[in-house]
């Protein structure tokens, strides 16, 4: 046997040397077994997405199979299957002209979907080519698991997926005794109003509370309010059963009618569900106010600060811990802040407070090319950091707002998945080249 192939199926090796190998093993594999071309999927270091770990065969181009997206029921098959699938080109796109069939093996850890192989074929290979494949997998996930400990032996520290997410939230918690009073000693029973500026994670905040709480029901966004009564008043109530034993979160309250607030007042008074009732204020100035609705509300304020108020030591801190966390989102574990860049944003002005912050430390992970991001980076990247369209929450129904997210959210996946490569990026969203590119000049990409 070849001595590359006896070293893939049978030498022992670690998961990081593995993956650096792996690009040679397979285009070894492929040679061996007669495929035109092939590739390795498996899930990133973050474990957040699937992403190429080898592909042999495709050119520079490269090649998105769209039809191994989840959903389609393709994907769910090769899940489902204990050996590897055969697609024909009639039912799946191939890249090689000559090929005429498909073999997909997934690849499994801890017993679920971790990836998987795929091979394109001629119509003529024989049956044991379904072993080897089959062997393969099994391999790869040998190695992954023997990384992440399937047994679960000692030592090993279970990721908590609700915590996902709300880094700064929790630093804000945590460095904040009032906030963190407030928080404990809130009657869920009873309206919470979560007060501070613009961008500065109210509507985060909400959302960790509806998570910690372990609610039941789904947290719903309202950000507009119906101007006519008649109609808000029903709304309220397709809100309430929207929300069942969750949280409804009402956003913008500065701008309220007078009518609007006595509605609300009555609303809280007259409460049939046992729906989490929160309202996010920005502090803006209002034009009227009705007393009774806002003496309910203030029995359970949350008042969170904006980034600039922060004691500089606290807010360097959460610059840390921030840019940590957006590191291992966007499979960046290696990159680190030089002290001078980190002196420059411990010192700038954030408008957007929170959201700003999260912009520029996102934009500067997504622009660097090396290993550090340094002052000059920081000071090219703060205007587009604070152009960026936000990620917006998922409770969002301003179907404009949701689209330019949504849009934006993908456009960063496919550059991570395809190292900025647009020409691969744009087949796998099945756009033109100059339409995606159209796109990340207008959300500042």
């Known amino acids: 046997m070849d001595s590359t192939l006896r070293e893939l199926f049978f030498a022992n090796t670690d998961e990081k040397s593995f993956r650096s190998k792996l690009p040679g093993f397979l285009a070894k594999f492929i040679a061996t077994v007669g495929g035109n071309c092939g590739l390795v999927v498996l899930l990133s270091?973050?474990?957040?997405?699937?992403?190429?770990?080898?592909?042999?065969?495709?050119?520079?181009?490269?090649?998105?199979?769209?039809?191994?997206?989840?959903?389609?029921?393709?994907?769910?098959?090769?899940?489902?299957?204990?050996?590897?699938?055969?697609?024909?080109?009639?039912?799946?796109?191939?890249?090689?002209?000559?090929?005429?069939?498909?073999?997909?093996?997934?690849?499994?850890?801890?017993n679920k979907m971790a990836g998987f192989l795929l091979v394109e074929m001629p119509m003529d290979f024989r049956d044991e080519i379904l072993l080897l494949v089959g062997f393969l997998a099994s391999r790869i996930s040998g190695i992954i698991d023997s990384k992440s400990g399937h047994s679960g032996g000692p030592g090993e520290v279970p990721v908590n997926k609700k915590r996902e997410g709300f880094v700064a939230v929790?630093?804000?918690?945590?460095?904040?005794?009032?906030?963190?009073?407030?928080?404990?000693?809130w009657d869920v029973a009873s309206p919470l109003l979560i007060s501070g500026p613009p961008g500065s994670g109210k509507k985060?905040?909400?959302?960790?509370?509806?998570?910690?709480?372990?609610?039941?029901?789904?947290?719903?966004?309202?950000?507009?309010?119906?101007?006519?009564?008649?109609?808000?008043?029903?709304?309220?109530?397709?809100?309430?059963?929207?929300?069942?034993?969750?949280?409804?979160?009402?956003?913008?309250?500065?701008?309220?009618?007078?009518?609007?607030?006595?509605?609300?007042?009555?609303?809280?008074?007259?409460?049939?569900?046992?729906?989490?009732?929160?309202?996010?204020?920005d502090n803006g100035k209002k034009e009227e106010i009705y007393l009774p609705f806002w003496d309910i509300l203030s029995k359970n304020v949350l008042n969170l600060p904006g980034v600039s108020n922060l004691p500089k030591s606290e807010l360097t801190e959460l610059i840390r811990q921030l840019?940590?966390?957006?590191?291992?989102?966007?499979?960046?574990?290696?990159?680190?802040?030089?002290?001078?860049?980190?002196?420059?944003?411990?010192?700038?002005s954030f408008p957007g407070n929170l959201a700003d912050l999260t912009n520029i430390l996102e934009y500067s992970i997504l622009q660097s090319t090396g290993s550090e991001i340094r002052e000059q980076d920081i000071i090219q990247n703060t205007e587009k950091g604070f152009q960026a369209i936000g990620i917006q929450d998922s409770e969002e129904l301003d179907l404009r707002k949701c689209v330019e997210a949504l849009e934006r959210q993908k456009i960063?996946?496919?550059?991570?998945?395809?190292?900025?490569?647009?020409?691969r990026m744009a087949k796998a969203m099945g756009i033109s080249r100059g339409s995606l590119q159209y796109k990340m000049k207008q959300m500042g990409l």
């Open 45 to 110: 270091e973050s474990g957040d997405l699937l992403e190429e770990a080898a592909a042999i065969g495709y050119g520079e181009d490269g090649f998105y199979y769209n039809f191994m997206t989840r959903g389609g029921g393709n994907f769910e098959r090769v899940e489902g299957s204990g050996s590897p699938v055969l697609f024909m080109a009639s039912e799946a796109e191939v890249f090689h002209q000559s090929s005429q069939s498909l073999l997909v093996q997934r690849i499994l850890s801890r």
């Open 323 to 348: 840019f940590s966390d957006l590191c291992r989102k966007y499979n960046r574990t290696g990159l680190n802040l030089t002290p001078s860049s980190l002196d420059k944003l411990k010192y700038m």
């Open 412 to 423: 960063l996946l496919a550059s991570r998945l395809f190292s900025g490569n647009q020409i």
């Open 204 to 281: 985060s905040l909400a959302r960790y509370l509806c998570e910690k709480n372990l609610l039941k029901g789904q947290m719903v966004l309202i950000s507009s309010l119906p101007d006519q009564l008649i109609k808000m008043e029903k709304s309220l109530e397709v809100w309430r059963g929207m929300a069942r034993n969750g949280m409804i979160v009402f956003d913008k309250m500065s701008g309220l009618s007078i009518g609007q607030q006595r509605l609300f007042y009555e609303f809280l008074l007259d409460r049939k569900s046992e729906s989490q009732l929160v309202f996010i204020d």
């Open 170 to 185: 929790e630093f804000l918690i945590n460095s904040n005794p009032v906030l963190r009073q407030g928080i404990e000693e």
